[in-house]
C-alpha cells in the first residue's frame, strides 16, 4: 500500500475537522465533507466553517495558519465523487449506527477500490458498521479512533474487524506512527475499545468516591492530577473540557453494551451530573460546568460548583495536609505508596480509586486485551496518564499491593492470584543482555513472562541507563552511549533549567565524543528541552551583586554555545516542547536540530527584564540578516507554536528536522547526526552585518510607538533600548561587519547591567513565585 497523498474526511465535527487539520499538519491534503449548508449560497459552509473553527482554536489545531490551505471544504451532495481520488476516507459523523451506515453506501460508489477505509467511531461495533460492504471493501475497512485532540494526544486505536487483510492493519498502524506522529495500540473490537473502557471506569470511580468522601470538586482535582501522575486537567476539569453531556452519553452507552459486566454501574453518570445536564451545564462549551470563569481581564476569577447546592462559589485553594506532604516527595513512586498509607480521608479516597482502577484492568485481561501492555500504553497516550493501571501497580509495589487488597477482602483476578503465587516481582521486569535494554512484560493468560517486542527507531534513555549505565553525571545532566559512535548528552535538572552543572556536562560531552565518539546529540526525554537559565541562581547573585561570579557564569555559558558550534564533529539538538532562552540558544549553535513537531522555543528573556546573553541575539542577526526583525522576535518575546511556525520565524534552518512523533526523536537526532558525520567539517567562523546608529534609531522608534499605543511599559522600553544596543552593533556611526566575540561581549554587558536594576529583580521575583511575567 502507498503513502496517501489525499485522505477525505466524512464529518466536519470537532473531531472531523480536527483530524482533517492533522494530516494538514502532516503534509497530506485532506477533503473535509458534511451535509450541505441550507443557508446563504454556500453549500459548503459547514466544512467552511469547521476549517476556520480549527484554525482558530486554543491550543491550536494546526501547525502553521498556512496549514489550512491543505484541507478543501465540501459537502455529501455535491463533492462525495471527489473522494474517488483519495487513498483513505475516514468517516467522523455522529455517533449513530443508521447515519454511520448510509453514509458508506453512498461513500463506497465512488471509493477508491484500493482505499483504506476507516471510522472514528468510539462505541459502535464495527462488525455492524461493516454488515452491508461488498467483501472487497471489508478486506480494508477498520477503526482508526483518534483522541480529542488529535494533534495534541499522542493516542490513536486501530480497530480491525475479522476481515480486515493484515497489510491494512500494518500500513495504517506504521504511517499513523511515522507520519501522523501517533502511540497506535491495535485494540479488540469491544465496547469503547481500550483507554475508553478503562478511562470511563476510572472516572465514574472518582465521582463514587467523592461523593461517598465529601470531597469538593476542588478537593478531587487536587488529588487526582499531577500529583498521582495526571495531567493538571485531573478529574472534573477534563469533563468540562471535554463536556458533560460527550462524557455522559459515552458512560450510558458503555452502560448498556456491557451487560455482563460486574462493574458496569460505575459507567452510569451520577445524580449530580444528570441535574447539571438538566440545566445545561456542559462544561467550557456552554460556559459552565463544574467550574466557570466570572468577571473580566485581571479581575476575572473562577468558581467552582457545590455537587450537592448547586451553588458556585471562588474556587477554594486546597489545603488538605497530605497534599503539603507528598509534595515534598520528589518521586512519583515514592509519593504514590506515601499517598494510599495515609489513614486519612484523603489517603482512603486516593487507595480506593487506584486499587479499584488496577483491579478493573486486570479482569479486563483478556476481554478488551490480550495483554497488559496495550492497555498501559492506551492510558499513558490517550489519557496522559504517567503510568497505566500495571505500571501503576508496579510503582506501588505488586506484591504488598496485592496482599493489601486480600486482607480487606478485595477478591483478586484468578490470573492474578496465579502470578502472585509463581513469585513474579511485577507485572514488568528488566532483561538486558550485552548492553542492550530489554523488558518483559507478564503475559496474564500463559502465566509466564515474555519478551516485550522492540520498537525499531524508538529509543528510551531510562533503558539504555539502565542496560549500560552511564559515562558520567552530575546533577545537571549525563553522558550516554547510544552506540554507533553517537553520545548522548541528556538533561535532567529541575526543568531542565541550565546551571553551572548544565555548562560542565556539555564540556564534558565534548570531549569524550572528542576522544571516543563520532557526533554528539544533545537530547532529554523529560517534560522540557530546557526552559532557560536557573532563575533563582541568577537572581541571588545579583541580589548579593555577585557581579564577577555571574559575569564568570555567562561567560563560561557563552563559551560552550560557541564550543558547540564550532566543534570538529557534527552536535545535533533535539528540542522539544519548551525550549526556551539559554535552551534555544543551545540549540541554535548546533551544527542541525532534530525538532519536534511539537515545539515551543523562543528567546524569551525580555519577560525577566533582561535580553539573551548566551549568543541568541548573535544568531538570530545571523539567520534573519535583519536588525528590525531579530528585535520583534526577541523584544516581544516570540514563542513558537510548532516546528513549522519556529522555522518561519527562522528559530529553525532548512536544514533542519522535524519528527512528527516524538518517540522517535531521540533515535531521529543520532540518525541525522551519523549522517553529518562523514567528512564533518566545521562552520568557518562568521562575521555579522550590523546597522549602528540609523538601525539603534529605527528600533528604538517601533519600541516608543508601542509604547505610546499602551502595548508596553515604561520599562519594557528600556529592556528595549538595551536589546536595540546589542542588535544595532553598539551604537556604531554605521553599518558595519564584526565579529561574533564583539557581540556576545554587548550581550553579556547589556544582560548584566539590567540585572543590576531592580525593575529586572522585581520581574524575576515575580515569575519564580508565579510562573507569570511581572508587567512594571
Given at each position: 500500500m502507498k503513502n496517501p497523498r489525499q485522505v477525505a474526511v466524512l464529518g466536519a465535527g470537532t473531531m472531523g475537522s480536527r483530524i482533517a487539520a492533522h494530516f494538514a499538519n502532516a503534509g497530506i491534503p485532506a477533503l473535509l465533507?458534511?451535509?450541505?449548508?441550507?443557508?446563504?449560497?454556500?453549500?459548503?459552509?459547514?466544512?467552511?466553517?469547521?476549517?476556520?473553527?480549527?484554525?482558530?482554536?486554543?491550543?491550536?489545531?494546526?501547525?502553521?495558519?498556512?496549514?489550512?490551505?491543505?484541507?478543501?471544504?465540501?459537502?455529501?451532495?455535491?463533492?462525495?465523487?471527489?473522494?474517488?481520488?483519495?487513498?483513505?476516507?475516514?468517516?467522523?459523523?455522529?455517533?449513530?449506527?443508521?447515519?454511520?451506515?448510509?453514509?458508506?453506501?453512498?461513500?463506497?460508489?465512488?471509493?477508491?477500490?484500493?482505499?483504506?477505509l476507516s471510522t472514528n467511531t468510539s462505541g459502535i461495533p464495527l462488525?455492524?458498521?461493516?454488515?452491508?460492504?461488498?467483501?472487497?471493501?471489508?478486506?480494508?475497512?477498520?477503526?482508526?479512533?483518534?483522541?480529542?485532540?488529535?494533534?495534541?494526544?499522542?493516542?490513536?486505536?486501530?480497530?480491525?474487524?475479522?476481515?480486515?487483510?493484515?497489510?491494512?492493519?500494518?500500513?495504517?498502524?506504521?504511517?499513523?506512527?511515522?507520519?501522523?506522529?501517533?502511540?497506535?495500540?491495535?485494540?479488540?473490537?469491544?465496547?469503547n475499545f481500550i483507554a475508553n473502557r478503562?478511562?470511563?471506569?476510572?472516572?465514574?470511580?472518582?465521582?463514587?468516591?467523592?461523593?461517598?468522601?465529601?470531597?469538593?470538586?476542588?478537593?478531587?482535582?487536587?488529588?487526582?492530577?499531577?500529583?498521582?501522575?495526571?495531567?493538571?486537567?485531573?478529574?472534573?476539569?477534563l469533563l468540562d473540557i471535554v463536556g458533560l453531556d460527550v462524557w455522559a452519553f459515552v458512560g450510558s452507552n458503555l452502560h448498556a453494551l456491557t451487560p455482563d459486566d460486574p462493574w458496569?454501574?460505575?459507567?452510569?453518570?451520577?445524580?449530580?451530573?444528570?441535574?447539571?445536564?438538566?440545566?445545561?451545564?456542559?462544561?467550557?462549551?456552554?460556559?459552565?460546568?463544574?467550574?466557570?470563569?466570572?468577571?473580566?481581564?485581571?479581575?476575572?476569577?473562577?468558581?467552582a460548583v457545590d455537587l450537592h447546592t448547586f451553588e458556585y462559589k471562588p474556587a477554594a485553594k486546597v489545603a488538605l495536609p497530605i497534599l503539603e506532604e507528598a509534595r515534598a516527595i520528589a518521586g512519583l513512586p515514592e509519593r504514590l505508596r506515601s499517598l494510599v498509607a495515609s489513614t486519612s480521608p484523603a489517603g482512603t479516597f486516593l487507595w480506593k480509586l487506584l486499587s479499584d482502577h488496577m483491579l478493573y484492568a486486570a479482569e479486563r485481561v483478556p476481554e478488551i486485551s490480550d495483554r497488559i501492555v496495550e492497555i498501559d500504553r492506551a492510558m499513558r497516550w490517550g489519557y496522559a496518564h504517567t503510568y497505566g493501571p500495571f505500571e501503576l501497580w508496579d510503582a506501588l509495589g505488586f506484591e504488598a499491593t496485592a496482599?493489601?487488597?486480600?486482607?480487606?477482602?478485595?477478591?483478586?483476578?484468578?490470573?492474578?492470584?496465579?502470578?502472585?503465587?509463581?513469585?513474579?516481582?511485577?507485572?514488568?521486569?528488566?532483561?538486558?543482555?550485552?548492553?542492550?535494554?530489554?523488558?518483559?512484560?507478564?503475559?496474564?493468560?500463559?502465566?509466564?513472562?515474555?519478551?516485550?517486542?522492540?520498537?525499531?527507531?524508538?529509543?528510551?534513555?531510562?533503558?539504555?541507563?539502565?542496560?549500560?549505565?552511564?559515562?558520567?553525571?552530575?546533577?545537571?545532566g549525563s553522558l550516554i552511549d547510544l552506540g554507533g559512535g553517537v553520545l548522548c548528552v541528556e538533561f535532567h535538572s529541575k526543568l531542565n533549567s541550565i546551571g553551572e552543572d548544565t555548562v560542565q556536562i556539555l564540556q564534558a560531552?565534548?570531549?569524550?565524543?572528542?576522544?571516543?565518539?563520532?557526533?554528539?546529540?544533545?537530547?532529554?526525554?523529560?517534560?522540557?528541552?530546557?526552559?532557560?537559565?536557573?532563575?533563582?541562581l541568577v537572581l541571588m547573585a545579583a541580589q548579593n551583586q555577585e557581579w564577577d561570579e555571574l559575569d564568570a557564569a555567562v561567560r563560561r555559558f557563552q563559551n560552550i554555545c560557541m564550543a558547540l558550534k564550532y566543534a570538529p564533529f557534527p552536535v545535533v539538538a533535539a528540542p522539544f516542547a519548551r525550549t526556551l532562552g539559554g535552551g534555544a540558544e543551545i540549540s541554535l549553535h548546533a551544527a542541525r536540530a532534530q525538532a519536534s513537531a511539537e515545539l515551543y522555543m523562543g528567546l524569551v528573556e525580555v519577560g525577566v527584564g533582561v535580553v539573551p546573553a548566551g549568543g541568541g541575539c548573535k544568531e538570530m542577526l545571523l539567520r534573519l540578516g535583519d536588525a528590525r526583525k531579530a528585535f520583534e522576535l526577541v523584544g516581544m518575546a516570540k514563542v513558537s507554536t510548532s516546528a513549522g511556525h519556529a522555522r518561519e520565524l527562522g528559530l529553525l534552518r532548512t536544514g533542519d528536522a522535524v519528527?512528527?512523533?516524538?518517540?522517535?526523536?531521540?533515535?531521529?537526532?543520532?540518525?541525522?547526526?551519523?549522517?553529518?558525520?562523514?567528512?564533518?567539517?566545521?562552520?568557518?567562523?562568521?562575521?555579522?552585518?550590523?546597522?549602528?546608529?540609523?538601525?539603534?534609531?529605527?528600533?528604538?522608534?517601533?519600541?516608543?510607538?508601542?509604547?505610546?499605543?499602551?502595548?508596553?511599559?515604561?520599562?519594557?522600553?528600556?529592556?528595549?533600548?538595551?536589546l536595540a544596543f546589542v542588535l544595532s552593533g553598539g551604537r556604531l556611526t554605521a553599518t558595519q561587519t564584526v565579529t561574533e566575540q564583539y557581540l556576545l561581549d554587548l550581550e553579556r554587558e547589556a544582560f548584566l547591567s539590567l540585572c543590576g536594576d531592580p525593575r529586572t529583580q522585581a520581574r524575576m521575583q515575580h515569575m519564580l513565585k508565579t510562573g507569570k511575567p511581572l508587567r512594571n
Open positions: 465533507l458534511d451535509l450541505p449548508s441550507q443557508e446563504g449560497g454556500d453549500r459548503s459552509a459547514t466544512a467552511r466553517k469547521a476549517i476556520d473553527t480549527a484554525a482558530k482554536a486554543k491550543p491550536g489545531a494546526l501547525f502553521t495558519s498556512s496549514s489550512a490551505s491543505r484541507i478543501t471544504p465540501g459537502n455529501f451532495d455535491d463533492h462525495l465523487a471527489g473522494i474517488a481520488s483519495c487513498d483513505w476516507v475516514i468517516e467522523a459523523v455522529t455517533e449513530n449506527l443508521a447515519v454511520k451506515r448510509a453514509l458508506w453506501a453512498r461513500a463506497l460508489e465512488y471509493a477508491s477500490p484500493a482505499a483504506i462488525s455492524r458498521i461493516a454488515e452491508s460492504f461488498p467483501a472487497q471493501a471489508r478486506s480494508r475497512f477498520l477503526g482508526t479512533h483518534f483522541f480529542n485532540p488529535p494533534r495534541y494526544l499522542h493516542l490513536v486505536e486501530v480497530i480491525p474487524t475479522p476481515e480486515t487483510s493484515a497489510d491494512a492493519i500494518s500500513f495504517v498502524s506504521q504511517f499513523c506512527d511515522a507520519r501522523l506522529g501517533k502511540g497506535v495500540v491495535v485494540c479488540k473490537d469491544t465496547p478503562i478511562g470511563s471506569f476510572f472516572g465514574g470511580s472518582t465521582a463514587k468516591y467523592a461523593l461517598e468522601g465529601g470531597f469538593s470538586v476542588e478537593e478531587v482535582d487536587a488529588l487526582t492530577g499531577p500529583l498521582i501522575g495526571l495531567p493538571s486537567s485531573a478529574s472534573f476539569r458496569r454501574e460505575r459507567f452510569l453518570p451520577p445524580p449530580f451530573l444528570e441535574e447539571m445536564l438538566r440545566r445545561g451545564w456542559l462544561g467550557e462549551k456552554s460556559g459552565q460546568g463544574f467550574y466557570r470563569r466570572v468577571g473580566k481581564g485581571e479581575a476575572r476569577t473562577i468558581e496482599r493489601r487488597m486480600e486482607a480487606v477482602g478485595r477478591a483478586l483476578p484468578e490470573s492474578v492470584t496465579r502470578m502472585l503465587s509463581s513469585g513474579a516481582p511485577g507485572f514488568y521486569r528488566a532483561a538486558d543482555a550485552a548492553g542492550t535494554p530489554r523488558t518483559e512484560y507478564f503475559d496474564l493468560g500463559a502465566g509466564v513472562f515474555r519478551e516485550l517486542e522492540p520498537r525499531p527507531g524508538i529509543t528510551v534513555l531510562k533503558d539504555w541507563k539502565r542496560a549500560r549505565g552511564v559515562i558520567t553525571s552530575n546533577p545537571g560531552g565534548l570531549d569524550e565524543t572528542a576522544r571516543r565518539h563520532t557526533a554528539m546529540i544533545v537530547a532529554n526525554q523529560g517534560g522540557d528541552f530546557c526552559v532557560g537559565a536557573n532563575l533563582m519528527s512528527m512523533n516524538q518517540e522517535r526523536l531521540l533515535d531521529d537526532a543520532k540518525q541525522l547526526a551519523l549522517s553529518l558525520a562523514p567528512g564533518y567539517e566545521p562552520p568557518a567562523p562568521q562575521s555579522v552585518s550590523v546597522g549602528g546608529d540609523p538601525a539603534f534609531a529605527l528600533m528604538k522608534l517601533g519600541a516608543w510607538l508601542m509604547r505610546e499605543g499602551g502595548y508596553i511599559t515604561g520599562y519594557d522600553m528600556v529592556v528595549a533600548e538595551k
